[in-house]
């Protein structure tokens, strides 16, 4: 049986209202300077151009201690696996990277910088904040050097 990691009363307090908040399908419907964010992480025309089209779904799933979130674009999925204050090694389109998450007034933040071990280990860090506005959309923040882009989804 794999060892659970000990919480805090404020993480296990932090994991109930994430799972409160955010576990579910969620489905984008709009979405705000995807093609610059995507352009600044150094995506090509093409790929930008196809992000800028789709209109992902997201799924998050909370367990005792970890936060698992799969995003389905055309063609692949993308899973985030995260622990409150811990960081942890994701690999996406763009590479290896460390991801560290954190809770703070109803926002899930995560950051991720490159791994040492990533095919590019000099490349960019990205900000990620979540957070359910007052008609209980997800609103999604991507931030990489200044570059902000936004991502908007209802719960199927």
């Known amino acids: 049986m794999a060892e659970v990691p000990e919480m805090t009363e404020e993480q296990q307090s932090a994991m109930k209202e994430i799972k409160e908040k955010f576990v579910g399908n969620w489905k984008e419907y ?22 800028g089209m789709s209109k992902p779904e997201m ?5 005792d201690v970890d936060i698992k979130i799969s995003v ?4 692949k999925t993308d899973v985030s696996n995260l622990q409150l ?7 996406n389109q763009q590479g290896l990277f460390l991801v560290t998450a954190s809770y703070d007034d109803g926002k899930l933040v995560t950051n991720a910088k490159p791994s040492p ?3 590019d280990p000099n490349g960019k860090s990205v900000e990620v904040t979540r957070e359910i506005n007052e008609e209980g ?8 050097n200044g ?10």
């Open 30 to 51: 709009r979405h705000e300077n995807v093609d610059e964010f995507f352009k600044e992480m150094g995506v090509n025309f093409f790929l930008r151009k196809l992000v």
């Open 59 to 63: 799924e998050i799933q909370v367990g």
């Open 72 to 75: 389905k674009l055309p063609g």
């Open 85 to 91: 204050g811990k960081e942890i090694e994701n690999t």
């Open 117 to 119: 071990n990533s095919k």
């Open 137 to 144: 959309d997800l609103i999604q923040t991507f931030n990489v």
């Open 147 to 156: 570059v902000l882009c936004k991502r908007y989804f209802n719960k199927m």
